[in-house]
């Protein structure tokens, strides 16, 4: 229908040019848009507004120009005029039957859009280090990101699902050491665990695993370990300066061979669980790009030639910097420490290049909230590289907070103290969780209800979406218990006679999902989809408990099932979306 009254109106401003009111060179860009209260029609367009300035006109009366212009069409019952000049259409309630009969058609397929036609997207998120189980907060990013690709993709973008793993630097180091620690635990040497090591369960079970295998091969005597190592900070110490003097002695040690065994056993294990984890949330991705290879491959080096090419680095004590407050960045960026290593930005650097150079259209980064100021320093390095870093979106994701009815659950992955999403999956189920985390926008703060996740009431958003699509199912499995066949062809004959308000509002809903899907992908916001599933859910549950569907007039009632059955692929399709299991039983 949207695109019947789109080109009415282009048919409209066709005869104004004509007619001299407009120029000939006018190209409008104009919204079409469902009306937001049934008094003012069906849908509404903001035309009249946007060629005002250009027709020199008071919006309301180049309204009534276009008004008067507009070809007569069956499926327009009436069109009228509303504050500074938006034009309102009424549609014929026969003309939108059409949306049951191509709904029926397109099945599943129904309300997917060719406006990414073309286009390459590239989609990096969850990206969390590989140092520990995924927890809660990484979960509602990983939800959004599945979210915001599925919709991408079916709005006809060519989505590649991405996660950068961490796999070099310092906080594997710390993991690596943190393993072996608890390994010579298990040897039975007596060592004080650092303030700064990973402590979580996970850390133990790996050691324990590794003991299992290998024994006493990587013992060595906890004296020489902690032999003139700087103090730790509940002995006044530095607690930075005391694990990065255990991971060089754990270096010295092991030996680079042998400490490489704990370095890829901690890596290997974790990634995988991470991988595990992911697959049985819904979450999976076209690729599992490497720090490691990309650092090995000689790109970082590559990028920061090209930032040296390019004026844009300088030496200050003793470390190299990028100047990327020259390119809107709050100040300059170290790129490589005093100690020769380069830093995170200068991986990242290397990486965005990747990225470019890959050919992507459109480049969508999810972060979490709290790397914010980090998204200036990247879009400098993409400007310094010569790249256009409009390409680039960072999208913030607010990490979820946990509660255990009034007590907020603290999470720490150093200290260990979190929920994991695992955990957090098998409490809540994953659909709840999914329906949960995209719910809102992502840049609003989230406080997750485990009591209302798990309730069986119409007060948990999920469960009531779900026994809409099942009641759905019940009404067709109560035909069958009669010994009734729905007949499909005569329902579509009969659709006339579905005048009653609450098919008419369940009609126009389901005309909607197209243009919410569309939007829901172009705007990176599947909240918008999770609100009109809701809205779809009501309008089934006021319609079902208000009418039968299972009347004697064969007419009504197959007329009836084939709005439901619409209802019913609707549903499906959206919650197929969303990775939310449509139950046929609840």
Same mark, same amino acid.
Request: charged residues 25%; aromatic residues 10%; hydrophobic residues 40%.
């Given at each position: 229908?949207?695109?019947?009254?789109?080109?009415?109106?282009?048919?409209?401003?066709?005869?104004?040019?004509?007619?001299?009111?407009?120029?000939?060179?006018?190209?409008?860009?104009?919204?079409?848009?469902?009306?937001?209260?049934?008094?003012?029609?069906?849908?509404?367009?903001?035309?009249?507004?946007?060629?005002?300035?250009?027709?020199?006109?008071?919006?309301?009366?180049?309204?009534?120009?276009?008004?008067?212009?507009?070809?007569?069409?069956?499926?327009?019952?009436?069109?009228?005029?509303?504050?500074?000049?938006?034009?309102?259409?009424?549609?014929?309630?026969?003309?939108?039957?059409?949306?049951?009969?191509?709904?029926?058609?397109?099945?599943?397929?129904?309300?997917?859009?060719?406006?990414?036609?073309?286009?390459?997207?590239?989609?990096?998120?969850?990206?969390?280090?590989?140092?520990?189980?995924?927890?809660?907060?990484?979960?509602?990013?990983?939800?959004?990101?599945?979210?915001?690709?599925?919709?991408?993709?079916?709005?006809?973008?060519?989505?590649?699902?991405?996660?950068?793993?961490?796999?070099?630097?310092?906080?594997?180091?710390?993991?690596?050491?943190?393993?072996?620690?608890?390994?010579?635990?298990?040897?039975?040497?007596?060592?004080?665990?650092?303030?700064?090591?990973?402590?979580?369960?996970?850390?133990?079970?790996?050691?324990?695993?590794?003991?299992?295998?290998?024994?006493?091969?990587?013992?060595?005597?906890?004296?020489?370990?902690?032999?003139?190592?700087?103090?730790?900070?509940?002995?006044?110490?530095?607690?930075?300066?005391?694990?990065?003097?255990?991971?060089?002695?754990?270096?010295?040690?092991?030996?680079?061979?042998?400490?490489?065994?704990?370095?890829?056993?901690?890596?290997?294990?974790?990634?995988?669980?991470?991988?595990?984890?992911?697959?049985?949330?819904?979450?999976?991705?076209?690729?599992?790009?490497?720090?490691?290879?990309?650092?090995?491959?000689?790109?970082?080096?590559?990028?920061?030639?090209? *930032?040296? #090419?390019?004026?844009?680095?300088?030496? =200050? &004590?003793? @470390?190299?910097? +990028?100047?990327?407050? /020259?390119?809107?960045?709050?100040?300059?960026?170290?790129?490589?420490?005093?100690?020769?290593?380069?830093?995170?930005?200068?991986?990242?650097?290397?990486?965005?290049?990747?990225?470019?150079?890959?050919?992507?259209?459109?480049?969508?980064?999810?972060?979490?909230?709290?790397?914010?100021?980090?998204?200036?320093?990247?879009?400098?390095?993409?400007?310094?590289?010569?790249?256009?870093?409009?390409?680039?979106?960072?999208?913030?994701?607010?990490?979820?907070?946990?509660?255990?009815?009034?007590?907020?659950?603290?999470?720490?992955?150093?200290?260990?103290?979190?929920?994991? *999403?695992? #955990?957090?999956?098998?409490?809540?189920? =994953? &659909?709840? @969780?999914?329906? +949960?985390?995209?719910? /809102?926008?992502?840049?609003?703060?989230?406080?997750?209800?485990?009591?209302?996740?798990?309730?069986?009431?119409?007060?948990?958003?999920?469960?009531?979406?779900?026994?809409?699509?099942?009641?759905?199912?019940?009404?067709?499995?109560?035909?069958?218990?009669?010994?009734?066949?729905?007949?499909?062809?005569?329902?579509?004959?009969?659709?006339?006679?579905?005048?009653?308000?609450?098919?008419?509002?369940?009609?126009?809903?389901?005309?909607?999902?197209?243009?919410?899907?569309?939007?829901?992908?172009?705007?990176?916001?599947?909240?918008?989809?999770?609100?009109?599933?809701?809205?779809?859910?009501?309008?089934?549950?006021?319609?079902?408990?208000?009418?039968?569907?299972?009347?004697?007039?064969?007419?009504?009632?197959?007329?009836?099932?084939?709005?439901?059955?619409?209802?019913?692929?609707?549903?499906?399709?959206?919650?197929?979306?969303?990775?939310?299991?449509?139950?046929?039983?609840?």
């Amino acid at each position: 229908m949207k695109q019947k009254l789109e080109a009415l109106i282009l048919q409209a401003i066709d005869v104004l040019k004509k007619d001299g009111i407009l120029d000939g060179g006018v190209s409008p860009k104009f919204t079409i848009e469902h009306a937001r209260d049934a008094q003012h029609g069906d849908f509404a367009t903001n035309i009249a507004m946007m060629l005002a300035k250009p027709a020199k006109s008071n919006p309301r009366a180049l309204a009534e120009k276009i008004v008067a212009a507009l070809p007569v069409d069956s499926a327009v019952a009436r069109v009228a005029i509303a504050g500074p000049g938006f034009i309102n259409f009424f549609i014929d309630p026969n003309a939108q039957y059409q949306i049951i009969q191509k709904i029926h058609d397109d099945g599943s397929q129904f309300g997917l859009s060719r406006a990414g036609a073309g286009q390459k997207v590239q989609v990096e998120f969850v990206s969390a280090n590989p140092t520990g189980p995924l927890h809660v907060g990484h979960g509602r990013g990983a939800a959004y990101g599945s979210v915001v690709a599925d919709l991408l993709e079916a709005a006809g973008f060519e989505v590649h699902r991405e996660y950068y793993v961490n796999d070099a630097g310092r906080q594997m180091d710390i993991l690596a050491t943190s393993i072996w620690l608890r390994y010579l635990e298990e040897c039975g040497e007596i060592i004080p665990f650092p303030v700064n090591g990973y402590r979580g369960e996970y850390i133990r079970e790996i050691a324990a695993e590794i003991h299992k295998a290998s024994g006493n091969e990587y013992r060595r005597p906890a004296e020489l370990l902690i032999e003139n190592i700087p103090v730790d900070e509940p002995q006044g110490g530095d607690k930075e300066v005391h694990i990065d003097a255990l991971i060089e002695r754990a270096k010295t040690l092991l030996g680079s061979g042998l400490y490489q065994d704990i370095f890829q056993v901690g890596l290997k294990t974790i990634l995988q669980d991470i991988k595990e984890d992911l697959a049985e949330f819904g979450v999976n991705y076209q690729e599992w790009f490497s720090e490691r290879m990309l650092m090995e491959s000689g790109a970082v080096d590559e990028a920061l030639s090209r *930032l040296q #090419q390019a004026s844009y680095l300088y030496e =200050k &004590d003793g @470390a190299t910097w +990028f100047a990327s407050s /020259r390119l809107g960045d709050e100040k300059d960026r170290v790129v490589v420490r005093e100690n020769g290593q380069g830093t995170y930005f200068a991986s990242d650097i290397a990486y965005h290049m990747n990225k470019l150079h890959r050919g992507y259209d459109r480049i969508i980064n999810i972060w979490g909230a709290d790397h914010h100021g980090y998204i200036p320093r990247v879009k400098a390095a993409m400007q310094a590289l010569g790249a256009d870093e409009s390409k680039l979106t960072v999208l913030l994701v607010q990490f979820a907070v946990l509660y255990r009815g009034e007590e907020k659950v603290q999470m720490s992955t150093r200290s260990g103290e979190f929920v994991t *999403l695992r #955990q957090l999956r098998n409490e809540v189920g =994953k &659909d709840a @969780a999914r329906f +949960f985390y995209v719910m /809102r926008r992502s840049e609003q703060h989230m406080d997750f209800d485990l009591k209302l996740a798990t309730s069986r009431t119409n007060e948990n958003p999920v469960y009531y979406v779900q026994y809409a699509y099942a009641r759905i199912c019940s009404v067709f499995r109560q035909l069958d218990e009669k010994n009734w066949a729905r007949d499909l062809l005569d329902g579509m004959k009969h659709l006339a006679l579905l005048k009653e308000e609450h098919e008419l509002n369940l009609i126009g809903t389901l005309a909607r999902y197209p243009e919410v899907l569309e939007r829901s992908a172009l705007n990176y916001e599947p909240h918008q989809l999770i609100h009109y599933l809701r809205d779809l859910a009501t309008d089934f549950h006021t319609y079902y408990n208000a009418h039968q569907f299972l009347v004697e007039d064969s007419a009504l009632r197959n007329a009836r099932l084939n709005l439901i059955s619409a209802a019913k692929q609707v549903m499906a399709n959206g919650l197929e979306l969303l990775k939310i299991n449509a139950p046929e039983v609840m």
